[in-house]
């Protein structure tokens, strides 16, 4: 019999940036778990596409259609969720972008753009169903770092920032939160094949960097990062807090 410590049965979740690669994996591994699960991008073919799967799987699945850059649209559709669908008990602040550039060319509305997305998304979502939570006395609240949270590579110092910036937020939201009873973690992805990494993923110089840096040897395949999700999300980490697990096949760990 599994064990109800990592049962996510009754539990509503929301996955910012669920309409495909992490944010997807994500929601399907949580409903695998026994959650509902809200999926969420800015484009309402794409995740009303992904619903569909889920759905099609016989999983319990909405679709909530917002930019996380906007944060009046944030708070209106967390509000919404909250009324027509029910509490959420999980939030996962995933949803953010990659630009490359050289740090002295870097435009400053990408950086702007990075900034908005990665960190601010986080913060508005956080906010929004934190204000909810607080008053349940429960909740638990998951954001996606990076191994960039830790390391720098050239040409992508800004999204580097954003990911650093993600590390602190967490611990912040939990110095802030847990004392209501919430835990806020988070989880940092090494190297994933996902549409964001399509151009590293096509650049065989690139892989195989990737996989003599690594010391597992070869890139995660996204299902691998739902057992941090599900532990995260669930009674199995009542008392973990403010803290960031790498899920890097080692990267982190090694020079
Ligand atoms: P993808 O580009 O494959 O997916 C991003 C998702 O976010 C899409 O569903 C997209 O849908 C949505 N999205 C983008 N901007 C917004 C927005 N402003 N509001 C709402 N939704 C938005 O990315 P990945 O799955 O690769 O990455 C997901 C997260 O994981 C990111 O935070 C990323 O930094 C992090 N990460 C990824 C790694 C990897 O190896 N892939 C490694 C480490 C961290 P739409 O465009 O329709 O809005």
Redesign the pocket.
């Known amino acids: 019999m599994p064990s109800p410590l990592f049962d996510l049965a009754g539990r509503l979740a929301l996955i ?9 994996a994500l929601a399907r591994g949580l409903a695998e778990h026994g959650a509902a699960v809200v999926l ?4 309402a073919g ?2 009303g596409a992904a619903v569909e799967k889920l759905r099609e799987a016989d999983f319990s699945a909405h679709a909530s259609v ?4 906007d944060s009046r649209a944030v708070a209106a559709e967390i509000d919404r969720i909250e009324a027509a669908i029910g509490p959420i008990d999980i939030l996962i602040n ?5 630009f490359r550039a050289p740090l002295e060319d870097f435009p400053e509305e990408q950086w702007e753009r990075l900034f908005r ?2 960190v601010s ?1 986080a913060f508005h979502a956080g906010k929004a169903v934190a204000r909810h939570m607080i008053g349940r006395g429960r909740g638990k609240i998951i954001n ?5 949270s830790e390391l720098a590579r050239p040409n992508i110092a800004p ?1 580097t920032a954003t ?1 650093g910036a993600i590390r602190n937020l967490t611990r912040g939201m939990c110095a802030d939160w847990a004392r209501h009873g919430l835990q806020i973690n988070a989880i ?10 399509q151009a590293l993923v096509d650049n065989a110089e690139f892989s195989a960097w990737l996989e003599k840096r690594t010391p597992a040897g070869r890139w ?1 395949n ?1 299902d691998e990062l739902i057992g941090a999700a599900v532990f995260l999300a669930s009674d199995a980490s009542s008392f973990v807090n403010g803290h960031t697990l790498y899920v890097d096949g080692g990267m982190t760990a090694s020079v």
């Open positions: 910012t940036g669920s309409s495909q690669g992490i944010g997807f969420n991008g800015r484009d794409k995740t917002f930019d996380v850059t995933n949803a953010g972008l990659q997305t990665n998304g996606i770092g990076s191994v960039q999204y990911k940092a992805p090494g190297y994933f094949r996902t549409e964001m990494n995660g996204v």
